[in-house]
């Protein structure tokens, strides 16, 4: 069990990363192994080295191809949306239960623990993520969104710490009614939004 006929290496790559996603998902890091995602993918142990040098660069690459990306998802499929809108949006989904897939960050992140190997490439992903997450930020507070005086960078980390959150505490360990978290929500981007002109509240400075 080599290279599929008529399967191009493009193809072959993606069965691969779709393969890897699942047996991640379903079984961890540890509990996975190449020949299983080979196997799932209908090629040889050869045919998955050619195109990946370790379990750890296999794990990463399903994570950016298959891993939740929901904001980006909202961006792309509602441009017009401001940045605090979407935040909003992607902020109600994260107590919902979700595909296995959804929960491959997890994975990742415990095995970026225990393994070196997987600890280089999830620091480099995680950078990626937080980088384009604080340029959303920077646009909403160039266009008077959120209060310029936030600092992009703890923001978008209280942002992660509250997206692993909701892949962590699923739904059936702890549940919260749509419409209070969607209220808690509000309230916190509120808080977020640039303080108000006493000139044009009819405040005293």
Same mark, same amino acid.
């Not at 790559?13 to 047996?23: F, G, I, S, V, Y």
């Not at 190449?34 to 379990?55: E, P, R, W």
């Given at each position: 069990?080599?290279r599929?006929?008529?399967v191009t290496?493009?193809?072959?790559?993606?069965?691969?990363?779709r393969?890897a996603?699942?047996?991640?998902a379903? $079984?961890?890091?540890?509990?996975?192994?190449v020949?299983?995602?080979?196997?799932?993918?209908?090629?040889?142990? %050869?045919?998955?080295y050619?195109?990946?040098?370790?379990?750890a660069e296999?794990l990463v690459a399903?994570?950016r191809?298959?891993?939740?990306?929901l904001? @980006? !998802?909202?961006? =792309? =499929?509602?441009? !017009?949306r401001?940045?605090t809108e979407?935040?909003? /949006?992607a902020?109600?989904?994260?107590?919902?239960?979700r595909?296995a897939?959804?929960d491959?960050? /997890?994975?990742?992140?415990v095995a970026a623990? $225990? !393994?070196?190997?997987?600890?280089g490439p999830?620091?480099?992903?995680?950078g990626?993520r937080?980088?384009?997450?604080?340029?959303?930020?920077?646009?909403?507070q160039?266009?008077?969104e959120?209060d310029p005086?936030?600092s992009?960078?703890?923001l978008?980390h209280?942002c992660?710490?509250?997206?692993?959150?909701?892949a962590l /505490?699923?739904p059936?360990?702890? @549940? /919260? !009614?749509? %419409?209070d978290?969607?209220?808690?929500?509000?309230?916190?981007?509120a808080a977020?939004?640039p303080?108000?002109?006493?000139?044009?509240?009819?405040?005293?400075?």
């Amino acid at each position: 069990m080599g290279r599929i006929a008529g399967v191009t290496p493009a193809e072959t790559r993606e069965r691969l990363l779709r393969a890897a996603a699942d047996a991640f998902a379903r $079984r961890g890091y540890d509990g996975t192994r190449v020949a299983d995602i080979a196997a799932a993918a209908g090629v040889s142990n %050869g045919a998955l080295y050619a195109h990946f040098g370790s379990k750890a660069e296999l794990l990463v690459a399903a994570l950016r191809t298959h891993g939740r990306r929901l904001l @980006a !998802d909202l961006l =792309a =499929a509602e441009p !017009d949306r401001s940045i605090t809108e979407l935040l909003l /949006v992607a902020g109600r989904g994260l107590p919902r239960r979700r595909d296995a897939r959804g929960d491959l960050v /997890v994975e990742a992140l415990v095995a970026a623990r $225990r !393994d070196a190997d997987v600890a280089g490439p999830m620091r480099d992903y995680m950078g990626e993520r937080a980088d384009w997450l604080a340029g959303l930020v920077r646009l909403a507070q160039h266009h008077g969104e959120l209060d310029p005086g936030l600092s992009p960078d703890a923001l978008v980390h209280f942002c992660l710490l509250l997206a692993l959150g909701g892949a962590l /505490v699923p739904p059936e360990l702890h @549940a /919260v !009614d749509d %419409g209070d978290w969607a209220d808690l929500l509000i309230r916190v981007v509120a808080a977020l939004a640039p303080p108000a002109d006493p000139d044009q509240t009819g405040e005293q400075p």
